[in-house]
């Protein structure tokens, strides 16, 4: 096996719904999905090959860079995470070994770094300040017409990625149906849910939880306290650290952790600080077993090639300077574009990116 083998390039499958029509791709951190024909054996569609050919190669490939900047770095990324996690090797699979369903888009926060595509809190966010006239609309049965028509039986993941997956009903039937029809689900499924921790689990879901090997929560943190808020507004710092460790004294055994961090330019200095939370209060679940803590790059307007050069300097001595991109250069349009909106959005929210993030600012006072 080579030393890039990626299992999310052989095996990875990411689904998503627009209008009811079923777009995929290999992995949710690129860009490049493309419509399938949701009645067809949609895993063998051609477009696949081309990535997997060039993983076989032992090369990076474009649209990888999220991957390829966090090893440079020394960091664990999703790619070497799945390695460990999915415990597969082999390069012709006849269908997924990890799933991720994108078939509910209901939220309650509107994240600095997410936006109204997978967010319906952040479409009403927008829609009183008359900045969305639009909708996404997504389908439960959609979903599992999609599942239907795959080979699951080297299926080891499935991750919902919501939207905030704990809200409403829809990604607990999907998860119903897959406990039915995934063979050996008890055995050696994983569900995932991708959650903003907010939100709460009903009692009544334990016994769907315990039909599964493991059920692993995808906690959302971006940092701690006040710059927590900031990011992911409304949500509050404390009662969310209230409420997951609840679930982690309250639900089945079988329940594991996973804080997932996106690194922007917001927190890219601060980034630490969340490391040293998550020493001293999260660990592990209540069984023992580690909380894994991992990292990927924002993508977008806040993304680190939206660096200064003061940001860069500042960086440039620590572990954290592989993280910024190699072709980066400072793009002043960009940067102020980039200012524009935080300002914008400060005020919309009462928020002051100048107080949460002092450093930060300072690198942009040229800007600012």
């Given amino acids: 096996m080579n030393d890039l083998y990626c299992p999310i390039i052989h095996g990875g499958l990411h689904i998503y719904f627009d209008r009811g029509n079923l777009t995929v791709k290999h992995c949710c951190l690129r860009d490049d999905e493309f419509p399938v024909d949701i009645n067809t054996d949609y895993w063998k569609d051609r477009s696949f090959n081309i990535l997997r050919e060039q993983n076989k190669q032992n090369v990076w490939a474009q ?9 440079t770095s020394g960091q664990s990324s999703y790619r070497t995470g799945m390695i460990q996690g999915l415990g597969i090797s082999g390069y012709e699979l006849s269908g997924p070994a990890r799933i991720d369903i994108n078939g509910d888009i209901s939220c309650n ?34 979903v599992v017409l999609a599942l239907k028509k795959l080979d699951l039986s080297n299926l080891r993941m499935v991750v919902f990625s919501g939207g905030e997956t704990m809200l409403g009903q829809s990604y607990w039937s ?82 594991m952790f996973l804080i997932e961090e996106t690194i922007s330019i917001f927190n890219l200095w601060y980034n630490n600080e969340l490391s040293h939370w998550v020493k001293n209060n999260f660990t592990t679940n209540r069984e023992g077993d580690p909380v894994d803590h991992t990292r990927h790059l924002a993508i977008g307007i806040f993304s680190l090639a939206a660096c200064s050069q003061e940001y860069v300097s500042a960086v440039s001595h620590s572990d954290n300077r592989h993280l910024i991109p190699q072709s980066w250069q400072e793009n002043p349009g960009s940067i102020n ?24 600012a300072e690198f942009y006072a040229r800007f600012l």
């Avoid at 649209?63 to 090893?71: A, D, K, R, V, Y």
């Avoid at 009544?204 to 992911?232: C, N, P």
């Avoid at 524009?340 to 450093?359: G, M, V």
């Fill in 109 to 142: 926060l509107a994240c600095r770094t997410c936006g109204p595509t997978i967010s319906t809190f952040w479409q009403k966010h927008l829609k009183v300040h008359n900045l969305w006239d639009k909708s996404v609309e997504n389908s439960y049965n959609d």
């Fill in 337 to 360: 574009k980039m200012i524009n909106e935080i300002k914008k959005f400060d005020n919309f929210r009462n928020q002051s990116f100048e107080k949460t993030f002092p450093e930060v």
């Fill in 63 to 71: 649209g990888c860079e999220n991957c390829q900047s966090l090893e």
């Fill in 174 to 255: 999907i998860a119903n149906w897959l406990a039915d029809n995934v063979p050996n689900a008890k055995q050696q499924l994983t569900l995932c849910f991708q959650t903003n921790g907010t939100q709460h689990i009903h009692p009544r879901q334990y016994e769907l939880m315990e039909r599964f090997h493991l059920v692993k929560l995808h906690i959302s943190l971006d940092g701690i306290g006040e710059r927590f808020e900031y990011l992911r507004w409304p949500a509050v710092w404390n009662q969310v650290v209230d409420n997951i460790l609840h679930i982690r004294e309250s639900a089945p055994s079988n329940t």
